[in-house]
């Protein structure tokens, strides 16, 4: 008998999270390798302040904290790799986040404290699971060959990147090539290093840091290499848990559409289906948040395998209409808007990117509080408006389509698929769609929900929620016509000015 049914009984009253496998799923948050250490002063980088780190997630909805351990460095002292305050013949940082970073990673060494054992000893203490999380392929700062943040493999070994030369037309052009053995040789041993040193709940290998591993054209191909490389993930972690008797668990974050998994050497399916993930994570990579993961697709192709995965999409910190357009960081409504829809495409739990306590957390500290003592459970989410925009997919394959939708010329009209989760029965539901000019013809724009027409409403006087945007229009959506999943938006051509165009569209939804 399927245990989903049930799940969505205990959603329906009320119990936020479900108990899968003896284990509470609620809210994933990632700390990357540096914030800890570039958000707090020298004075904290005790035993008193990693312990305070952690307890202010305990007795909230978080459930588990991935502890992301490095970038090309480690920011602990590692045998596998330079330590992020190891600068050899490299300058000092030139920022003040970057000195504090190698300041108080240095520190807490120097005091014998290593962070990660004691965040893990101490997510114990307080009921919270306790992984790792090890980014496999982190770019940052690349177009500057001496930043301090580059370990000695990468800057000895140009041979080795994606696409060797200089200058680089992007950052992921100096993405290590995992087709190369001393590539994969090299992550496998800091893999072997983190399994052996640590004795966290599972380890995550982070994909999607930077998502782009392999020569142009040979990212396909390269699915078998990372294929074998998680074999013997899988194998080294059944080893050390057999050894310390308690189970070891392997996720892994790829991109947002099974088929970019696929066409990007990433083939997150297979890996569910030999066995060698517990934990999936779909999700893009940062330039947006993806308002319309395909869970349900990501089911029908895992097929069995889906009942031994934990499905958890993630959000990122941003959203942005289109690939060149203005990013804004996302707001609760447009985090629950994203939950309602997670949840009505059969997710397991949900994970969150770049939503640590400070620096790129996308909201004010009060509503951090919120987020993480209230949850996005459906429950809590049939209190609250959200808000569900148009983006886009930000990591596909070359010549791919992202479904990018944005922006249109009013005069050609536009076609919008939102999912807007789970709709309330008493719920008011209102298209906004923001123009980059005030610029008006005659007559009125002719908007539809799933074919029936939405009055139009009073402008939005405030524009500032949508990016680009210097006029939004509202239109009122027949209640009885909207459903759950998703609602296909019509705008017909308009004989307007040429020159407007839609840079912004979403529906929200009103309790």
């Not at 997510?123 to 700062?141: A, F, K, Q, Y």
């Not at 790129?360 to 809590?380: K, W």
């Amino acid at each position: 008998m399927s245990i989903r049914p049930l799940l969505g009984f205990l959603f329906l009253i009320g119990v936020t999270f479900p108990l899968v496998g003896g284990e509470r799923l609620g809210l994933v948050i990632n700390e990357d390798n540096s914030h800890f250490y570039t958000s707090r002063p020298a004075e904290e980088m005790s035993l008193e302040g990693l312990q305070a780190f952690v307890d202010q997630y305990a007795d909230t909805e978080v459930s588990h904290l991935f502890l992301s351990t490095n970038s090309m460095k480690t920011s602990f002292a590692s045998y596998a790799r330079e330590a992020i305050w190891e600068l050899g013949d490299q300058a000092p940082p030139a920022t003040a986040n970057g000195r504090r970073w190698v300041a108080n990673a240095r520190k807490l060494h120097e005091q014998g404290l290593d962070p990660y054992a004691v965040w893990i000893a101490r997510c114990r203490e307080v009921g919270i699971s306790p992984w790792l999380s090890m980014r496999m392929n982190d770019v940052h700062n690349v177009p500057d060959v001496t930043s301090y943040m580059h370990d000695s493999f990468w800057r000895e070994n140009p041979d080795l990147w994606r696409i060797p030369g200089d200058p680089p037309d992007d950052w992921t052009d100096r993405a290590l090539d995992y087709h190369q053995p001393a590539v994969r040789e090299h992550a496998m041993a800091l893999v072997r290093e983190l399994l052996m040193r640590y004795q966290p709940d599972g380890l995550e290998l982070d994909w999607m840091r930077f998502g782009w591993h392999f020569r142009p054209g040979e990212e396909a191909r390269g699915g078998e290499v990372l294929t074998e490389f998680m074999r013997e993930v899988r194998a080294l972690a059944d080893r050390w848990a057999e050894r310390r008797g308690r189970p070891l668990k392997i996720a892994v974050r790829v991109p947002a559409h099974p088929g970019a998994a696929d066409g990007l050497g990433m083939p997150g399916v297979r890996w569910a289906q030999e066995g060698l993930i517990d934990m999936l994570v779909p999700c893009p990579f940062w330039t947006t948040s993806d308002y319309d993961i395909p869970l349900k697709l990501w089911r029908q192709r895992l097929g069995p395998a889906a009942a031994q995965v934990v499905l958890a999409p993630g959000i990122e910190y941003n959203m942005r209409a289109w690939p060149d357009g203005k990013n804004v960081p996302n707001t609760l409504e447009t985090v629950r808007g994203w939950a309602a829809m997670a949840w009505e495409q059969g997710a397991d739990q949900l994970y969150f990117f770049n939503y640590m306590d400070s620096q790129t957390l996308p909201f004010s500290h009060d509503d951090y509080r919120i987020m993480l003592e209230r949850g996005f459970g459906p429950a809590e989410l049939a209190r609250q408006s959200r808000r569900h925009p148009q983006t886009y997919r930000d990591t596909v394959p070359l010549g791919a389509d992202a479904e990018i939708k944005l922006p249109a010329p009013l005069t050609a009209g536009a076609e919008f698929a939102l999912n807007l989760g789970h709709i309330p029965s008493d719920a008011t539901t209102t298209l906004i769609l923001g123009l980059d000019s005030e610029a008006w013809g005659k007559g009125e724009p002719v908007v539809t929900v799933n074919g029936v027409r939405c009055p139009r409403m009073a402008d939005d006087e405030d524009v500032a929620p949508f990016p680009g945007t210097v006029r939004a229009l509202r239109f009122a959506c027949p209640g009885e016509e909207v459903v759950d999943g998703h609602n296909v938006f019509v705008v017909a051509p308009f004989d307007g000015a040429d020159a407007t165009q839609i840079v912004w569209a979403e529906a929200r939804i009103e309790p």
